[in-house]
């Protein structure tokens, strides 16, 4: 009768909104040739239903539409080539897109083609002119250093002569000369005398550049160097570039084809310099001249590029967006198959019940739109595989689905754990992070997170913003926690206050001495709402406080895992499963809370009686000798009966977990195979005459072995879970005591012990050390450390209780999910 009740009841509850995934239909969508293009941009902008591949078989390049994509994918690189130009022009693109008219594919193409011929022929154009206004420049550098370098040598012509004698010219040289005597003296010049080559190399290669000349002359060569006044830009990697001008003075033609040799190796650029001074500074006119041109025309060139580029970056992003779009078009239409008459594309795909009116509205409005006679048709069908899991969610609640979804996708309509998860997960965060003082601090943050929602969403953030933005709202919840349980612990960066009246204790004088050593005198009611201030520095404090955390914590793990096992039943009466609720739901109920349940009766059972009975005793013996008398540790009247019926009632749970299930599967199969070897009367003579091989295959499809392990598995692990489950709950007690003496070592070593000195940068620096160590390692690591515990104790002790996870997401055809890296 309560059992009939209770069902009642449960039929009818509202169903919530993200308990269950959103129920699915395959469907089958029949689409006349003409109609295909827009039905398929229609459900595209619409972004509710997810088509399957019907051509897996075959590779990309033989599939219908592959020039299609081809086309859109070649479009997509000139529209990321005028990007990056437009990028390293710094031209800024106009946050107003100027407005054009409707424009099809084909046009676009052609103009994307004229404009990438017009901006190549300019860079083309360009860089040779950047390259002869170099070879100019670097020639005038030449001329102005290499001309220095032969006036000295002039002026010095008798020291260079010896110089050379010693230091250029071998034994078999009998006649030394200096080049200016010889350009100057009259008549023909000696052809085995002085040379020399000019040119100008990059700084970073001068020194392995002069020492490889070095080796190959034998030391027979004079180098001298300076540097370049002016830097010149490299046309590759337009950056400025400092350079040195040299000049190798040496004798010989053997010698002058070495140097010209690795001149070109090191990529020196080497340019004639005529030794006539009037020469020279005709030359240097003439380059001049020819500089001050190419400046002019190198300055026409760039604003005629910087103005092409901007005409294209008015529409640059719309460009993109629309063959982004008309490239997923056709990729979808390759998913797509003919029929036999080559007239119709037949499609199939996974939609939500809700959304199967505006699919048909969609459709409707793409057969009228496109003009076509022939209607397209979209009926369901029955699908082999399972749904897609489909949770509605928004800004608030997408970050916790994400958080259960890393774990594993759920299972189509299996019990979502993300709607838990939202309140539960930031409160088992606060309860290691507990400190009110700390929790405003992220609050803060949390709230500007928010506040600033609109800007930062259009922003392109780095990977650590975008992930701190994303989860600004359990920021948010994480934050009013730990302000919660921060007043509970009565903790503001350590330091407790009296926010809820007077303290339930006083010391037993003025000096308080005695506080650490024989404690505190009780005066008072207990203290209304959390943790007595007057604990703090108390002889028992930490005893105090690791009691309180550590029966605190087993309390939320023995609820938390039950509020799991209560899940599985609600799955397991959601798909029909009456084995799970008798065979697996009961005895994990009954096993869980004879054992750490009734340790959880214990402990609130001690803190309103105030007992000194010990619990570790009880629940030992309570194993080793149930039907010894308690003495001192019983707390209630008939405990030790009670101890031996939940004793017996775990026992029992065991096998009830481990062997009734496998055997009434075993019997439900014998059942429905005998079943099979009486045929229909209107049963076919194809469907008697089945082969003895078939019916074989029907009877081996349940594996008895496997059953039997695969329960074997799933009750020791539940058995053995439940105490390790148990025991990982004390995390909580034990980074909350980490969180808190970390803050008071910070507060009374750092803060305190340098406002004790009556110096004023002493005192500055310890407060600079406390923010820097509140702000990095309590509010930064401390924060990181408590939510990955936290994510363990929802993925592990949590819904390893009723979630399988084997899900997959649904994944719809939507414009909407097209970023940039789908190009």
């Not at 640059?316 to 198959?337: F, G, I, P, Q």
């Not at 570790?616 to 080793?624: G, N, Q, S």
């Amino acid at each position: 009768m309560f059992l009939d009740k209770m069902e009642k009841f449960l039929d009818n509850l509202t169903p919530m909104d993200l308990m269950r995934s959103e129920k699915m239909t395959f469907v089958q969508l029949i689409i006349p040739a003409e109609s295909a293009h827009r039905a398929i941009s229609y459900l595209g902008e619409l972004g509710l239903l997810q088509f399957r591949d019907l051509n897996a078989d075959k590779s990309p390049f033989q599939r219908t539409f592959v020039n299609q994509v081809k086309r859109c994918a070649e479009m997509s690189r000139k529209l990321r080539f005028f990007k990056d130009q437009i990028n390293k022009a710094g031209i800024m693109s106009s946050s107003h897109t100027a407005l054009q008219p409707e424009i099809d594919l084909e046009d676009l193409e052609i103009q994307l083609a004229e404009h990438e011929h017009e901006l190549i022929e300019m860079n083309s154009n360009s860089d040779k002119l950047r390259q002869s206004y170099n070879e100019l420049l670097e020639f005038k550098i030449v001329l102005q250093k290499a001309c220095g370098f032969l006036v000295s040598s002039h002026g010095r012509a008798i020291p260079d002569e010896r110089e050379l004698q010693e230091n250029v010219y071998s034994n078999d040289f009998v006649e030394t000369t200096s080049l200016l005597e010889q350009e100057i003296r009259p008549g023909p010049s000696n052809p085995s005398g002085l040379r020399f080559i000019s040119g100008i190399i990059c700084k970073s290669k001068l020194l392995r550049f002069e020492r490889m000349l070095f080796r190959a002359t034998r030391g027979n060569m004079l180098f001298n160097q300076a540097p370049a006044d002016d830097q010149i830009m490299d046309p590759v990697s337009a950056e400025m570039i400092e350079k040195t001008v040299f000049v190798v003075f040496f004798s010989g033609e053997q010698a002058r084809t070495k140097i010209l040799k690795i001149c070109e190796a090191f990529g020196a650029n080497c340019y004639p310099v005529p030794e006539d001074i009037s020469k020279q500074r005709q030359i240097t006119r003439e380059v001049s001249s020819r500089l001050t041109d190419l400046e002019a025309t190198l300055d026409a060139g760039l604003r005629h590029r910087n103005k092409a580029l901007a005409s294209v970056g008015e529409h640059l992003s719309d460009w993109m967006n629309m063959v982004r779009r008309e490239k997923a078009v056709y990729d979808t239409l390759n998913m797509l198959n003919f029929d036999v008459t080559k007239k119709c594309l037949v499609g199939e795909g996974w939609c939500p019940i809700f959304a199967k009116t505006q699919i048909q509205e969609a459709l409707q409005r793409a057969t009228f739109d496109s003009s076509s006679q022939v209607g397209i048709i979209c009926h369901p069908m029955d699908a082999v595989e399972s749904p897609p899991t489909y949770f509605r969610t928004n800004s608030f609640t997408s970050p916790y689905q994400e958080i259960v979804d890393a774990y594993g996708v759920a299972r189509y309509q299996e019990a979502n754990p993300a709607v838990y998860t939202t309140i539960i997960f930031p409160f088992l965060f606060a309860v290691m992070f507990g400190d009110w003082g700390h929790g405003i601090c992220l609050l803060l943050g949390a709230l500007i997170l928010i506040a600033r929602e609109s800007k930062l969403s259009t922003q392109k953030l780095g990977s650590f913003m975008e992930m701190l933005f994303g989860g600004r709202y359990v920021l948010l919840l994480m934050s009013l926690f730990s302000i919660y349980c921060g007043l509970i612990y009565n903790e503001f960066f350590s330091v407790p206050f009296h926010i809820f009246g007077e303290s339930a204790y006083r010391c037993r004088d003025n000096t308080c001495r005695d506080a650490h050593t024989i404690g505190l005198v009780k005066v008072r009611d207990p203290y209304p709402f959390g943790v007595d201030p007057k604990w703090r520095g108390s002889r028992s404090e930490l005893a105090f406080l690791n009691s309180m955390k550590m029966k605190m914590s087993i309390l939320l793990g023995v609820v938390h895992m039950n509020l799991g096992i209560i899940l599985s039943y609600f799955n397991a009466r959601f798909f029909g499963n009456s084995l799970d609720i008798r065979y697996q739901f009961v005895p994990q109920m009954i096993f869980l809370n004879s054992l750490f349940g009734y340790l959880s009766l214990l402990i609130v059972v001690k803190w309103c009686t105030g007992s000194q009975a010990d619990l570790y005793h009880v629940m030992i013996y309570m194993f080793l000798s149930p039907t010894d008398n308690l003495g001192d540790n019983e707390l209630f009247w008939g405990q030790r009966p009670l101890q031996i019926v939940l004793l017996l009632l775990a026992l029992i749970a065991a096998p009830w977990m481990l062997f009734p299930k496998p055997f009434i599967l075993k019997k439900i199969h014998t059942e429905r195979f005998q079943g099979r070897s009486y045929g229909m009367l209107n049963t076919s003579e194809m469907d008697l005459e089945e082969p003895d091989s078939a019916r074989q295959h029907h009877h081996e499809e349940f594996n008895f072995s496997e059953v039997f392990v695969h329960q074997m598995i799933h009750a020791i692990e539940f058995i053995l879970g439940s105490v390790s489950n148990t025991a990982s709950y004390l995390r909580l007690w034990a980074l909350s005591l980490a969180h808190s003496e970390l803050s008071t070592v910070f507060y009374e070593k750092v803060l305190l012990l340098a406002w004790g000195y009556d110096n004023l940068i002493i005192r500055l620096l310890g407060l600079a050390v406390f923010a820097f160590a509140t702000a990095f390692i309590l509010l930064m690591m401390e924060t990181l450390s408590a939510f990955l515990h936290a994510l363990r104790l929802h993925w592990v002790e949590f819904q390893n209780k009723f979630y399988h996870g084997d899900g997959y997401k649904f994944k719809p055809f939507s414009f909407a999910a097209l970023t940039d890296d789908d190009e």
